[in-house]
């Protein structure tokens, strides 16, 4: 006898043994050792959680918990005890047929709760109407059996009509919640489709119990064979579902927990880099405020005539004593902005005359530069006036910088939002360098000159302001031929 005829002979051997009162005792007890390790699972997380979802899913288990533990009951009775099978034949298989209906029933549902996590009271309803229905036909159908054992006390309950339409019940039941978790994946995630897998192989032994009956007369023995080992797979599945999502839920938690405390601890630094700089700036600008007013006084005379050489020396200092203020102050500006501690005041504003401020027009001016502003007369829009002046501002100097001959500013309104866009014609930003440039503290290429001035924080302080109002800001340029800096805002 070669391996394969060995394999055969294990197979029929053990398939034998399984048609047997032994054989159902042994595959009842094996479910319900499945069962009883996922039910426990299931309420040890809910014990945790308190989650609904999980209370559903394990009133569902332990149904077929109780289930297979009264069928195993009744087995052992059967093959340990006095108890004959004929004597419970008109009840016991009903019985069974109803506990593992009625499980089902519970457990379908259960899995479909993220259909019904807003509408509970609607998935209630459902499943006391597929109860009522079930005991209802279970109860039409126990009575047609005992008058079918009355006349034939030895009968078997698988000819009988009332098993095709408890099977086929059986199928109606395990197709609910393939069709509700198809018409619904988005709220199952990735479970959904081994969910299904699993409802699909738990269906295959009912429908081959109705092919045997419809086409065998149930006298089929491969048929038979053939059913066997897909409940055991199916709970496998099961099985392996509900603890991935256990795991998952798990992690999820853990990460949540880390997530939580790092937030915790970057709230922390947040608060003592406010404090930092709230401190270092305001102890800053006590010095420079001295130094100015000894510059001033210098530049006055106050202390005696300067030549040329120290007259040069003082505006050097009193250049950077200005640039270095105007640094504490983008860095004062940002920090509020960052950490929400500034709220925005809106209105409705003429744009146009808000911008148009003489002063930094004549520093452009000053420059040669040409000013065209293509802004309608009265063009309002709800902003925060001081804070977008901000925004002008920045954006402005930044042009004057950078352009060659003109700048041209302008506005329009389109569907969702409006537009204010500021233009010039300067030495453009490269593309790489575009996605870096409302970072802190940076700045391209030749901009780190000094005579460039600025302090590489008035895009980042634009593009803060520019959120608040709920908006965004677009970059296009191209080297050599300018830069256009375009504030999208939607209407608030």
Not at 117 to 124: C, F
Not at 420 to 434: A, R
Request: proline fraction near 2%; aromatic fraction near 14%; charged fraction near 25%.
């Amino acid at each position: 006898m070669d391996a394969f005829e060995l394999l055969i002979l294990v197979y029929h051997s053990i398939n034998k043994f399984m048609a047997t009162d032994s054989g159902e005792l042994f595959k009842k007890f094996v479910e319900l050792f499945l069962f009883t390790v996922v039910s426990y699972m299931i309420l040890s997380e809910y014990g945790r959680s308190k989650e609904r979802h999980l209370k559903y899913l394990f009133i569902g288990f332990a149904a077929l918990v109780v289930d297979k533990f009264i069928m195993s009951l009744f087995f052992a009775a059967v093959v340990f005890g006095d108890v004959q099978l004929l004597i419970l034949n008109p009840f016991l298989p009903v019985l069974d047929e109803l506990l593992e209906l009625f499980a089902l029933i519970l457990l379908t549902n259960s899995f479909i709760f993220p259909v019904f996590a807003d509408k509970v009271d609607k998935l209630k309803k459902k499943m006391s109407f597929e109860v009522v229905v079930l005991f209802i036909f279970v109860f039409v159908i126990e009575i047609f059996w005992l008058f079918t054992v009355i006349k034939v006390p030895a009968a078997n309950f698988q000819d009988h009509l009332g098993f095709l339409l408890l099977e086929l019940l059986k199928i109606l039941v395990l197709y609910s919640p393939i069709y509700y978790i198809i018409a619904n994946m988005n709220k199952f995630g990735r479970y959904g489709p081994h969910i299904i897998i699993a409802f699909l192989v738990y269906m295959i032994t009912p429908i081959t119990n109705v092919i045997n009956f419809v086409f065998f007369d149930c006298s089929n023995n491969n048929l038979v064979v053939f059913a066997h080992p897909f409940l055991f797979i199916s709970i496998l599945l099961f099985t392996r579902v509900t603890f991935l999502k256990l795991v998952d839920k798990a992690t999820l938690k853990r990460e949540l927990a880390e997530t939580k405390q790092k937030y915790v601890h970057e709230h922390e630094l947040s608060i003592m880099k406010d404090e930092f700089v709230s401190t270092v700036s305001h102890e800053l600008r006590t010095p420079i405020t001295s130094m100015k007013l000894y510059l001033s006084l210098l530049r006055q005379k106050k202390f005696g005539v300067l030549n040329n050489k120290q007259l040069k020396a003082v505006k050097i200092v009193e250049n950077e004593s200005n640039r270095l203020s105007k640094l504490i102050s983008d860095i004062l500006n940002l920090s509020r902005l960052e950490s929400k501690k500034v709220a925005v005041k809106i209105d409705e504003v003429n744009l146009r005359r808000l911008i148009n401020d003489n002063l930094y027009y004549n520093l452009a001016e000053q420059k040669g530069l040409i000013i065209e502003n293509k802004i309608l007369k009265k063009f309002l829009v709800k902003i925060d006036s001081e804070k977008f002046k901000q925004v002008f501002i920045n954006l402005f100097s930044n042009a004057v910088s950078y352009a060659k001959s003109k700048i041209i500013i302008f506005a329009s309104k389109k569907t969702n939002y409006w537009e204010f866009i500021i233009e010039d014609d300067g030495v453009g930003i490269p593309k790489d360098k575009i996605d870096k440039l409302f970072d802190k503290f940076y700045r391209i290429g030749d901009y780190l000159t000094k005579d460039k001035g600025g302090t590489g924080l008035g895009l980042a302080i634009v593009k803060n302001i520019v959120k608040m109002h709920r908006g965004e800001i677009i970059v296009e340029s191209e080297e050599g031929k300018g830069s256009r800096f375009i504030v999208r805002i939607p209407y608030l």
